[in-house]
């Protein structure tokens, strides 16, 4: 398995709210003096499921589009249960 680029930030939910936010961020590197924020995860209410909003004008390629879809399923499940 190769390693991810990415890391997520958990927020717990605001009062009054029952879904979490989690905030997408690249690892730290040499190459790198701080991580970025590239995107959320939040709840959809209309779609009654999570939600990749990604941050404006980022690239994203299949290995992290992958761990962030299975990361969504898994985290609806959990919450859905």
Not at 20 to 39: D, N, P
């Amino acid at each position: 398995m190769k390693e991810s680029w990415i890391e997520f930030e958990y927020y717990p939910p605001k009062l009054g709210c029952k879904t979490s936010i989690w905030i997408i961020k690249t690892k730290l590197s040499k190459a790198l003096i701080e991580s970025y924020t590239i995107g959320l995860i939040k709840w959809h209410p209309a779609w009654r499921k999570y939600a990749f909003f990604p941050t404006e004008s980022t690239i994203w390629e299949e290995d992290c589009l992958r761990e962030i879809s299975q990361f969504i399923e898994e985290e609806t499940r959990k919450h859905k249960r």
